[in-house]
């Protein structure tokens, strides 16, 4: 059975395989992040999402998928939405197009948002438009981080992800399509991109708040 460290990753993991059979063979899908972007079946408690002794049991479109409650309670408390560690699901080369199309949702609810009346309001509506586009940055943010958990480590450490890690049939034809798509220095480059629009942001809206 299938095991996810964290609900955001089920979701995740649900829409990329989705994505992937409606996809011609050979062409890179256009996966859709979890929960908030929509995309996979949502999980409603005691329908598709079951209760057990120790973990979630997700009853999903493409197969059960067991969350355990401790692994789940571990990402809310560090703050790393998808999980600890290194995915046993979802492979390098997926993380780095999730963190494409948090990163581009963000930057376009961002510019819509701007442009609107009175942005910097602090009613109701305008708190949560701006929490949820901090939220779709720092998914950007820790989708990347999961892609850099499979680089390999230490001193001589390669300079891209291996071959070996990249095990769908997205992420083999998304490195074909984009050779340095997970390679160390575009991986940190995105990385430093991502956290600086993140950043200000967050320090423009305090400014002004």
Request: aromatic share 10%; net charge negative.
């Amino acid at each position: 059975m299938l095991m996810a460290r964290s609900i955001w990753e089920a979701q995740t993991y649900v829409s990329l395989r989705l994505s992937e059979r409606e996809q011609p063979p050979g062409e890179p899908g256009q996966p859709v992040p979890a929960l908030s972007l929509g995309g996979a079946a949502p999980m409603k408690l005691g329908t598709n999402l079951i209760e057990g002794p120790d973990s979630w049991t997700y009853q999903s479109p493409v197969g059960d998928i067991v969350i355990p409650y401790v692994s789940e309670k571990t990402t809310i408390q560090v703050g790393a939405p998808f999980g600890i560690g290194r995915s046993r699901l979802i492979d390098a080369a997926e993380w780095v197009h999730v963190a494409y199309l948090y990163q581009n949702w963000a930057l376009a609810d961002m510019l819509k948002y701007a442009g609107e009346p009175d942005p910097a309001s602090n009613d109701f509506q305008h708190t949560e438009r701006r929490r949820h586009i901090r939220l779709g940055w720092e998914l950007a943010v820790d989708a990347l981080l999961q892609a850099t958990a499979f680089l390999p480590e230490g001193d001589h450490g390669g300079d891209q992800v291996p071959d070996s890690e990249i095990w769908s049939q997205f992420g083999r034809s998304a490195k074909l399509a984009d050779p340095y798509l997970v390679t160390r220095a575009r991986l940190e480059e995105d990385l430093e991109t991502f956290r600086g629009m993140l950043e200000d942001f967050d320090n423009f809206y305090d400014a002004v708040d």
